[in-house]
């Protein structure tokens, strides 16, 4: 009985690594191919680029907006119940550490996971499925570049602009529940955020957009293209991605408050 | 000029052996069939030498310039969210060899001539098979490849797309520009296309440099396909 756990933690930690390593190598590829822009044709790629960002940023707009009203509405709405004299003084500095350094970049990166990291690892895994992969590669497009590289930069565009999105929707719905116990305008509100807000909590959003755009991008590629070739594989492909993508944007964003918030 | 080159190649995938060892080379104006059973590594062979895959060990060389194989896959092998002629100018448009304009003009003449310029704004998952092999075939020539590559080419062809398929081939056989792989299940059906024959057994090669010494062939995997 132990000795069969023994095994199968090992069984399970030799798979881990070996995924660990052949991520490795795809995002060794990638870089390769963005540090190779003679290869890369900027007409064809910008195409693809702009599909990205307006499926991933453009058409995620209106749920981004909406998941930061309601967010920034409910996180006044819970401290009002243990900061009974919550001063218009507090509520700045409030919606800065609540909306803006956490959960603005965080609830972003699940949007960005839901939609367009599940979309990614679909469409790859049925490109390698279809033959679309193979068909590229024999032409001597190299699928890092075709495929990865305008996903990756278009996930961090994506994830930079719906930040600055749930930032001000999240600011916005935390005002108008602020209203109802406060004589506060929008003007004196906005007054009292840009008080709080510091140029590193800015760079740190830009930070974690790229880290989390970057790591949802990569990972999800990489899973639809290493699926195996079977159509039952592709949807625990999906989960995988969407399953890994989860895991390091919490990791990034738990080592990033160590670093700089602690 | 060679077209393509193997030496020693041998290809494992998911820990089985699909090619060991195998070496030859083809030269512009070859034809060569390359059959055998199912899984006899006959499709991993052409893959590699479309550059679709790369040899575990060995190496493959090819003819000079970025696209020195042309691929037309049984199945699949177009971009699904690009229309046919998408599909068709992707690769000469990606590596600059022709001004897109200039390359859409030509594509369209190229589809115009397969008999399939009416479909060439659908996507392939709208078109039919036929449709979609010969925007494959339009994509090869386009890139004027040294080496074209064929898999299965007249499978689930209805009756025109085959006529056309067949003028295809004749075509590019008779124009001696670049070397023809045609791979196939069914020999007979490319017995008098052949030139040189390829059969793969478990992933070996044995290769007829004539169509006399395929037919002359004792070996019982070639009775198989002849007999």
Redesign the interface.
């Known amino acids: 009985m132990l000795r069969a756990l023994a095994v199968d933690v090992g069984r399970r930690a030799r798979r881990g690594l070996a995924g660990v390593g052949r991520f490795s190598r795809f995002v060794g590829g990638t870089a390769r191919a963005a540090a190779n822009p003679a290869r890369l044709?900027p007409?064809?790629l910008g195409k693809v680029l702009l599909n990205q960002v307006r499926f991933s940023g453009l058409h995620a707009a209106p749920l981004t907006a909406g998941a930061a009203t309601m967010i920034g509405a409910v996180a006044i709405i819970q401290s009002f119940t243990f900061l009974t004299g919550l001063a218009d003084d507090y509520i700045g500095s409030l919606l800065v550490s609540v909306i803006i350094r956490e959960l603005g970049p965080l609830v972003t990166a699940i949007i960005l996971i839901g939609r367009s990291g599940t979309a990614m690892a679909t469409e790859t895994g049925?490109?390698r499925l279809?033959?679309?992969i193979?068909?590229?590669?024999?032409?001597?497009?190299d699928p890092a570049a075709?495929i990865v590289l305008p996903r990756l930069v278009g996930a961090v565009l994506a994830m930079l602009a719906l930040i600055v999105v749930f930032d001000a929707l999240g600011i916005f719905g935390g005002f108008l529940v602020a209203l109802t116990r406060m004589d506060l305008s929008l003007a004196l509100l906005l007054g009292r955020v840009l008080e709080a807000l510091t140029p590193r909590d800015v760079l740190l959003s830009a930070l974690k957009a790229v880290g989390f755009g970057s790591a949802i991008a990569l990972l999800s590629c990489s899973f639809g293209l290493d699926v195996e070739p079977s159509p039952t594989e592709l949807p625990k492909a999906v989960t995988k991605a969407v399953v890994a993508s989860l895991a390091s944007v919490l990791v990034i964003d738990g080592v990033i408050a160590f670093a700089f918030y602690l | 000029m060679t077209a393509i080159e193997f030496r020693r190649v041998s290809y494992h995938a998911a820990g089985r052996v699909e090619l060991r060892g195998v070496d030859f080379s083809a030269s512009p104006g070859d034809c060569i069939v390359v059959f055998g059973r199912s899984g006899s590594g006959k499709r991993a062979l052409v893959k590699l030498v479309s550059g679709a895959l790369r040899p575990t060990e060995g190496a493959v060389a090819s003819g000079p310039g970025p696209l020195p194989a042309g691929y037309v896959a049984s199945d699949g092998g177009l971009l699904s969210n690009l229309s046919l002629l998408e599909n068709v100018v992707l690769p000469v448009v990606y590596h600059r060899r022709l001004a897109r304009p200039a390359a859409l003009t030509a594509a369209r003449a190229l589809l115009e001539e397969l008999g399939v310029a009416d479909q060439a704004d659908n996507l392939p998952a709208r078109s039919g098979v036929g449709a979609r092999r010969l925007a494959q075939v339009a994509r090869a020539m386009l890139a004027e490849p040294a080496a074209y590559v064929f898999d299965e080419p007249l499978d689930e062809l209805d009756a025109a797309a085959a006529r056309k398929m067949r003028e295809v081939l004749r075509g590019l056989k008779d124009g001696r520009r670049a070397a023809v792989f045609i791979s196939t299940g069914r020999l007979k059906a490319f017995l008098d296309w052949g030139e040189r024959f390829f059969l793969l057994s478990e992933g070996g090669l044995t290769v007829f440099e004539t169509r006399a010494a395929l037919l002359e062939s004792a070996d019982p995997e070639v009775r198989l396909f002849l007999d």
């Open positions: 044709n007409r064809v049925s490109m279809n033959g679309e193979e068909a590229l590669e024999a032409y001597r497009i075709f």
